[in-house]
């Protein structure tokens, strides 16, 4: 028998939902084509309908379905009678001095949560969250400071995507190539929220974020970030078939246990069993190790070294992340000298150790920082909770 998932006791959809027509948006092929014949689409016809449909959300961007020229008028109307298409609202757009875009964005339920887009020469990567706030409590990450609320369902994740592709202007016209050099070429899933435990809405978002006819982001244009889920590991290999990013940041479980709080369940030893045995671990696709760098705490050269013992025999390679400080962090970036001797160790070893320049700091989009303090500080949650009908 299969183990069972890996789950949080949290709601993924909002206490109370909505009345009225359904949202076709994060409903999976399959999911769309019964939602067509639940309202009387024939079962012959569901199929080639529901790829119709599919390609002019997702290939093109449109949203009414009067624009969906190749249904017939009437099938369109009976489409807006019982469908909506919609994305998560964007309630604000912050714009840092180096161009990374931040969005606050609101979810159903007043909730909010936020999205990063950072651009760079040839690519442009998208940061997206999967949770309302994070569980985790990374004492050095201030998402990890708001408490998890919910999870976010397949259409808010996916939304994410499809909003700043509003704001990008990326949608082609129907007809139109598709550019090779797109503005939004990569999704990270390392925003608000621990993915691993909210499997099952990330790996349909992605599953529509990768399809041919739809938004067409290639498997190795996805990272997904785990804080070290064990269980759901080999799962993300076989069912999303991303690349795999582990948010380590400790040679030692008495140091990452206070780091990375998840350690004290799955150690470091089961983790990195778990990363060996990675179903789609190899050269071409490296595990990515990602490593902040806190002066005094984890940026020894005995930590550089521990490190390189630690991951011998995985293809990997390992980001250095200079700590992203935020008002009360309770530790001090290392400073740039440590982390380039560290970068130097490591490298030396045969890994690849790139040191991740902080973007968006002046608006505190920068990796670590996202909050939605913004939600407690315009509103109550009563008001919020009023607002939304709950």
């Known amino acids: 028998m299969a183990a069972a998932p890996i789950t949080q006791d949290v709601m993924t959809i909002p206490r109370k939902l909505p009345e009225g027509p359904t949202n076709l948006i994060g409903l999976t092929r399959d999911g769309l084509r019964s939602a067509l014949i639940a309202k ?20 093109w961007g449109v949203r009414d379905f009067d624009g969906m020229t190749n249904l017939s008028k009437a099938f369109r109307a009976q489409l807006a009678a019982d469908f909506v298409i919609e994305i998560p609202e964007v309630v604000s757009k912050q714009v840092s001095k180096d161009g990374t875009r931040k969005y606050l964005v609101r979810i159903a339920g007043g909730h909010e949560v936020e999205v990063v887009y950072i651009p760079e020469e040839g690519r442009g ?15 050095f990450c201030h998402t990890g400071t708001q408490k998890l609320v919910r999870n976010l369902t397949a259409g808010e ?14 949608w082609p016209e129907q007809g139109a190539p598709n550019v090779e ?6 999704i990270v899933l390392m925003g608000m929220g621990e993915p691993l ?11 529509i974020a990768m399809d041919p006819e739809g938004i067409q982001l290639s498997r190795r244009r996805i990272t997904l970030s785990t804080s070290g889920v064990v269980p759901e590991i080999a799962r993300t290999a076989e069912e999303i078939g991303c690349l795999l990013a582990v948010s380590f940041h400790a040679t030692t479980d008495e140091v990452r246990d206070s780091l990375v709080p998840i350690n004290k369940r799955w150690n470091i030893e ?33 930590d550089a070294h521990r490190l390189v013992k630690l991951i011998e025999g995985i ?13 009360g962090a309770p530790y001090k970036r290392s400073s740039g000298n440590r982390i380039h001797a560290f970068a130097d160790i490591i490298h030396a070893a045969g890994y690849s150790s790139p040191i991740r320049r902080p973007r968006g700091e002046d608006i505190l989009a920068a990796c670590g920082q996202l909050k ?8 109550s949650r009563k008001q919020i909770d009023a607002e939304a009908g709950l």
């Not at 990567?125 to 004492?139: D, F, K, P, R, Y």
């Not at 293809?315 to 008002?327: G, H, Q, S, T, Y």
């Open 315 to 327: 293809p990997a390679k390992v980001n250095l992340i200079p700590f992203n400080e935020w008002p």
């Open 157 to 170: 994740i996916v939304g994410q995507i499809m909003l700043a592709r509003d704001d990008l202007g990326e």
């Open 270 to 302: 089961t983790l990195l069993d778990a990363l060996r045995a990675y179903p789609r671990v190899s050269n071409s696709e490296r595990i990515t190790f990602e490593y902040v760098m806190l002066d005094g705490v984890n940026d020894s050269k005995e």
């Open 372 to 379: 939605s303090a913004t939600e407690r500080a315009r509103k």
């Open 125 to 139: 990567t998208l940061c997206i969250s999967s949770q309302v706030g994070c569980t985790l409590t990374c004492s």
């Open 40 to 59: 009387g689409t024939p079962e012959k016809q569901a199929k080639m309908r529901a790829g119709q449909i599919w390609q002019w959300m997702y290939q």
């Open 197 to 207: 435990y909210n499997f099952e809405n990330v790996r349909d978002a992605m599953k």
């Open 181 to 186: 050099a797109r503005l939004l070429s990569n």
